[in-house]
Protein backbone atom coordinates (compact mmCIF):
# COMPACT_ATOMS: atom_id res chain seq x y z
CA UNK A 1 0.00 0.00 0.00
CA UNK A 2 1.27 3.28 -1.09
CA UNK A 3 0.04 6.82 0.54
CA UNK A 4 -0.67 9.35 -2.32
CA UNK A 5 0.91 12.27 0.02
CA UNK A 6 0.15 15.20 -2.77
CA UNK A 7 -3.69 14.46 -1.60
CA UNK A 8 -3.17 13.55 1.80
CA UNK A 9 -4.57 16.20 3.73
CA UNK A 10 -4.58 15.63 7.57
CA UNK A 11 -5.09 19.32 8.45
CA UNK A 12 -7.74 19.94 6.68
CA UNK A 13 -9.79 16.83 7.27
CA UNK A 14 -9.17 17.20 11.09
CA UNK A 15 -10.83 20.99 10.69
CA UNK A 16 -13.46 19.12 8.50
CA UNK A 17 -13.95 16.72 11.44
CA UNK A 18 -13.84 18.83 14.46
CA UNK A 19 -16.45 21.28 12.82
CA UNK A 20 -18.74 18.72 11.58
CA UNK A 21 -18.78 17.67 15.69
CA UNK A 22 -19.02 21.43 16.38
CA UNK A 23 -22.24 21.65 14.20
CA UNK A 24 -23.64 18.35 15.56
CA UNK A 25 -23.33 19.36 18.98
CA UNK A 26 -24.87 22.78 18.42
CA UNK A 27 -27.64 21.57 16.39
CA UNK A 28 -28.49 19.16 19.05
CA UNK A 29 -27.80 21.21 21.93
CA UNK A 30 -30.02 24.62 20.61
CA UNK A 31 -32.72 22.58 18.66
CA UNK A 32 -32.94 18.79 20.05
CA UNK A 33 -32.84 17.08 16.34
CA UNK A 34 -29.72 14.74 15.61
CA UNK A 35 -28.00 16.53 12.37
CA UNK A 36 -28.55 13.76 10.00
CA UNK A 37 -28.93 14.62 6.52
CA UNK A 38 -31.50 12.71 5.09
CA UNK A 39 -33.43 12.52 8.00
CA UNK A 40 -33.56 16.59 7.46
CA UNK A 41 -34.24 16.12 3.67
CA UNK A 42 -36.76 13.27 4.70
CA UNK A 43 -38.89 15.76 6.69
CA UNK A 44 -39.08 18.03 3.56
CA UNK A 45 -41.19 15.59 2.01
CA UNK A 46 -44.07 15.41 4.60
CA UNK A 47 -43.52 18.40 6.70
CA UNK A 48 -44.54 19.09 10.09
CA UNK A 49 -46.56 22.85 10.27
CA UNK A 50 -43.41 25.04 10.85
CA UNK A 51 -41.07 22.27 10.10
CA UNK A 52 -40.36 22.97 6.60
CA UNK A 53 -38.32 26.54 6.63
CA UNK A 54 -35.47 25.26 8.87
CA UNK A 55 -35.03 22.16 7.09
CA UNK A 56 -34.63 24.13 3.80
CA UNK A 57 -32.77 26.80 4.96
CA UNK A 58 -30.57 24.27 6.24
CA UNK A 59 -30.38 22.26 2.79
CA UNK A 60 -29.62 25.76 1.14
CA UNK A 61 -26.80 26.20 3.68
CA UNK A 62 -25.54 22.71 3.00
CA UNK A 63 -25.46 23.83 -1.04
CA UNK A 64 -24.20 26.99 -0.35
CA UNK A 65 -20.98 26.18 1.01
CA UNK A 66 -19.19 24.82 -1.94
CA UNK A 67 -19.57 27.77 -4.03
CA UNK A 68 -18.82 30.06 -1.14
CA UNK A 69 -15.79 28.81 -0.12
CA UNK A 70 -14.56 28.29 -4.16
CA UNK A 71 -15.45 32.01 -4.14
CA UNK A 72 -13.68 33.20 -0.92
CA UNK A 73 -10.46 31.09 -0.23
CA UNK A 74 -7.01 31.24 -1.48
CA UNK A 75 -6.23 29.30 -5.31
CA UNK A 76 -3.76 27.23 -3.36
CA UNK A 77 -7.18 25.64 -1.47
CA UNK A 78 -9.07 24.23 -3.97
CA UNK A 79 -8.17 21.62 -5.50
CA UNK A 80 -10.85 19.42 -8.21
CA UNK A 81 -11.94 16.57 -6.67
CA UNK A 82 -10.68 13.18 -8.87
CA UNK A 83 -13.10 10.28 -9.09
CA UNK A 84 -11.94 7.32 -10.92
CA UNK A 85 -15.61 6.48 -12.02
CA UNK A 86 -17.59 7.03 -15.13
CA UNK A 87 -21.06 8.56 -14.68
CA UNK A 88 -23.48 5.10 -14.70
CA UNK A 89 -21.26 4.12 -11.54
CA UNK A 90 -21.89 7.19 -9.97
CA UNK A 91 -25.35 7.18 -10.81
CA UNK A 92 -25.83 3.78 -9.36
CA UNK A 93 -23.43 3.82 -6.06
CA UNK A 94 -25.45 7.44 -5.25
CA UNK A 95 -29.01 5.54 -5.52
CA UNK A 96 -27.29 2.85 -4.00
CA UNK A 97 -26.16 4.72 -0.73
CA UNK A 98 -29.59 6.47 -0.68
CA UNK A 99 -31.40 2.72 -0.44
CA UNK A 100 -28.35 2.06 2.40
CA UNK A 101 -29.67 5.35 3.97
CA UNK A 102 -33.42 4.47 3.76
CA UNK A 103 -32.79 1.03 4.77
CA UNK A 104 -30.91 2.09 7.52
CA UNK A 105 -33.08 4.51 9.07
CA UNK A 106 -30.74 7.29 8.45
CA UNK A 107 -27.33 8.20 7.21
CA UNK A 108 -23.87 8.35 8.28
CA UNK A 109 -24.15 11.39 9.88
CA UNK A 110 -27.02 10.88 12.25
CA UNK A 111 -25.54 7.35 12.93
CA UNK A 112 -21.83 7.68 13.06
CA UNK A 113 -21.35 10.77 14.14
CA UNK A 114 -24.40 12.36 16.70
CA UNK A 115 -25.70 8.24 16.76
CA UNK A 116 -21.79 7.03 17.88
CA UNK A 117 -21.61 10.42 20.39
CA UNK A 118 -25.22 9.23 21.78
CA UNK A 119 -23.94 5.44 22.59
CA UNK A 120 -26.95 4.51 20.80
CA UNK A 121 -26.35 0.46 19.74
CA UNK A 122 -28.70 0.68 16.73
CA UNK A 123 -26.13 3.56 15.50
CA UNK A 124 -23.07 1.17 16.35
CA UNK A 125 -24.76 -1.33 14.02
CA UNK A 126 -25.21 1.00 11.24
CA UNK A 127 -22.15 2.39 11.20
CA UNK A 128 -20.07 -1.12 11.62
CA UNK A 129 -22.79 -2.18 8.59
CA UNK A 130 -21.71 0.85 6.22
CA UNK A 131 -18.09 0.53 6.91
CA UNK A 132 -18.15 -3.11 6.24
CA UNK A 133 -20.01 -2.41 3.40
CA UNK A 134 -17.19 0.33 1.91
CA UNK A 135 -14.40 -2.06 2.94
CA UNK A 136 -16.24 -4.64 1.27
CA UNK A 137 -16.78 -2.81 -2.14
CA UNK A 138 -13.65 -1.33 -2.29
CA UNK A 139 -11.87 -4.63 -1.81
CA UNK A 140 -14.12 -6.01 -5.07
CA UNK A 141 -13.80 -2.94 -7.20
CA UNK A 142 -9.27 -3.04 -6.56
CA UNK A 143 -8.67 -6.74 -6.50
CA UNK A 144 -12.24 -8.36 -8.40
CA UNK A 145 -13.52 -6.44 -11.26
Known sequence: MTI???????WASLAGGLLLGLASALFILLNGRILG??????????PRAGDALWRMAFLLGLFAAPPTFLALA??????APRIDAGLATV??????????TRM???????????????????????TLAFMAAGFAVVFVVRHVL
Open 4 to 10: DWTHFTP
Open 37 to 46: ISGILGGLLS
Open 91 to 100: IAAGLLVGYG
Open 104 to 126: GSGCTSGHGVCGLSRLSPRSLVA
Open 74 to 79: PAEWVS
